[in-house]
Nanobody, 125 residues
Framework: QVQLVESGGGSVQAGGSLRLSCAAS????????MGWFRQVGTKREGLAGI??????RYHESVKGRFTISKDNAKNILYLQMNSLKPEDTGLYYC????????????????????WGQGIYVIVSS
């Protein structure tokens, strides 16, 4: 059974930084595809994804500010978030395992099979 547990969220002032972590257990990287998503209201959008041979993709709104990475030895996915803006506020989820890892799939929430419980990030102006 795959379990994903996020940590590292919280409140920060605009311009600040946070690092989110997602501890993965039971995930064998068979269909290697992991990502970070933000939900605001009912909309869940992909912010950063990593797949096959550590290819990465970012949403335009976070390029140059957010960095996705993973520690294979610890089975942890990270999202380093710098220069945070109030519009970055939301409920952040990590996700793993998409059927066909690809540039187009990695930021599509419908492609993923496993999700964490979510963690809040609040950026104040």
């Amino acid at each position: 059974q795959v379990q994903l547990v996020e940590s590292g969220g919280g409140s920060v002032q605009a311009g600040g930084s946070l690092r989110l972590s997602c501890a993965a257990s039971g995930y064998t990287y068979r269909r290697y595809c992991m990502g970070w998503f933000r939900q605001v209201g009912t909309k869940r959008e992909g912010l950063a994804g990593i797949f096959s041979y550590d290819n990465t993709r970012y949403h335009e709104s976070v390029k140059g500010r957010f960095t996705i990475s993973k520690d294979n030895a610890k089975n942890i996915l990270y999202l380093q978030m710098n220069s945070l803006k109030p519009e970055d506020t939301g409920l952040y989820y990590c996700a793993a395992d998409c059927a066909y890892p690809s540039f187009s799939a990695v930021l599509d929430p419908h492609e993923y099979n496993y999700w964490g419980q979510g963690i809040y990030v609040i950026v104040s102006s």
